[in-house]
């Protein structure tokens, strides 16, 4: 049976000190002659409850819970946010949580099983590095100006104890966002083992051209890295480009520095939303000496991924402006994105990477 996996962050705060992040999973099962499945993993760090909930074969969803030990709603989930929602718990609450995880649980509601379909225990995750579900805002396989060959390699690495079944979901760049996964391809990653993906878009994914963004869900807790390369090898040349990880969560704000659109340099601004619900970004250029260059709001739909040159998303900065030997740009978002900026130098295509 394919495994559908969900992902629910809970941020928790003591009293006078905070926790370190911590991990829990859940996995969810049938209750009440239902059927269906689904997983969970739960992120702890703070009083801010990030949660994201996929099922599989299961009815709509009304309702979804963290429960207590008698199954008594202690936080309630937006159904219509399950994918990568955003509430608030309380510092008591997130302490109970973190000291006694057992004694809570993911318990969901259908409008076939309204008094509950799936249910799923909490436990500490003791597994190895990483995470069980992450994102990246860009992967792809693309050609550019002055005959660019940017192209992903991967790292998966599983330093846990059993065999990690990994899932890719693939996004491709869609300003009106995507229902579902343009490409979901299924990899095994054996303890111990970095699995070495190169040229991920094109020989794993199949993509012969094009960006998106990556969704990875796993069943164990893996550590996952890429790099994107000018690759110039088949020319007789060697490679340059800028490496980054897998992020667990979006965020709902950023500053993005280190930024150039001039002659010698061009900057592309990049964003994916990780949900099914659309969410309302605004994005602000400053020159460098603080001064507003320009600011446009936009609505991004549930998965959509853009990348853009930096003055085509925020538009509304005058053609006198636009050029500047260093800027930045603040943003904000009603919902979690992955926002990044890529400086590329127009003679040797070498790129950066800025989050």
Do not use: C
């Not at 969810?28 to 702890?44: C, D, E, K, M, Y």
């Not at 249910?119 to 100006?145: D, F, N």
Request: charged share 10%; hydrophobic share 40%.
């Amino acid at each position: 049976m394919k495994r559908l996996t969900a992902l629910l962050f809970l941020l928790v705060l003591m009293p006078v000190a905070a926790f370190a992040a911590t991990s829990f999973s859940a996995i969810l099962t049938p209750i009440g002659g239902a059927s269906g499945s689904g997983f969970a993993v739960i992120t702890i760090d703070g009083t801010t409850l990030h949660y994201s909930v996929l099922t599989q074969n299961t009815a709509t969803v009304t309702q979804a819970d963290i429960v207590d030990a008698s199954e008594n709603s202690v936080v309630s989930l937006n159904p219509a946010t399950l994918s990568n929602g955003t509430t608030t718990i309380s510092t008591t609450l997130a302490n109970q949580i973190a000291a006694n995880p057992f004694g809570y649980a993911i318990k969901i509601r259908t409008s076939e099983f309204p008094n509950g379909a799936l249910i799923g225990p909490l436990a500490r995750s003791t597994e190895g590095e990483g995470s069980r579900v992450s994102y990246m805002p860009v992967v792809g396989k693309v050609g550019g100006i002055n005959n660019t060959n940017f192209v992903t390699d991967m790292r998966i690495v599983n330093n846990g104890g059993s065999v990690a079944n990994v899932t890719l979901d693939y996004f491709a760049q869609s300003a009106e966002g995507n229902g579902a996964p343009t490409v979901t391809k299924t990899i095994t990653v054996v303890p111990g083992e970095q699995k070495v993906l190169n040229d991920m878009a094109g020989t794993t994914l199949g993509i012969t051209s094009g960006l998106g963004g990556l969704r990875i869900t796993s069943d164990q807790n893996v550590d996952v890295s890429a790099r994107v390369i000018n690759d110039q090898r088949a020319a007789g040349h060697g490679t340059a480009g800028f490496s980054y990880s897998a992020q667990p969560a979006g965020d709902t704000s950023g500053t993005i520095s280190f930024l150039s659109s001039n002659a010698d340099y061009r900057t592309n601004v990049g964003y994916f939303n990780p949900g099914a619900t659309a969410v309302t970004a605004t994005f602000v250029a400053h020159a460098a000496n603080g001064v507003i260059l320009g600011s446009d709001t936009i609505t991004i739909p549930g998965y959509a991924m853009t990348q853009q040159p930096a003055f085509s998303l925020i538009s509304s900065v005058p053609t006198a402006s636009q050029t500047q030997d260093d800027y930045f740009i603040t943003w904000s978002a009603t919902g979690p994105l992955l926002v990044y900026g890529a400086v590329t130098d127009n003679v040797t295509g070498d790129a950066v990477l800025n989050q």
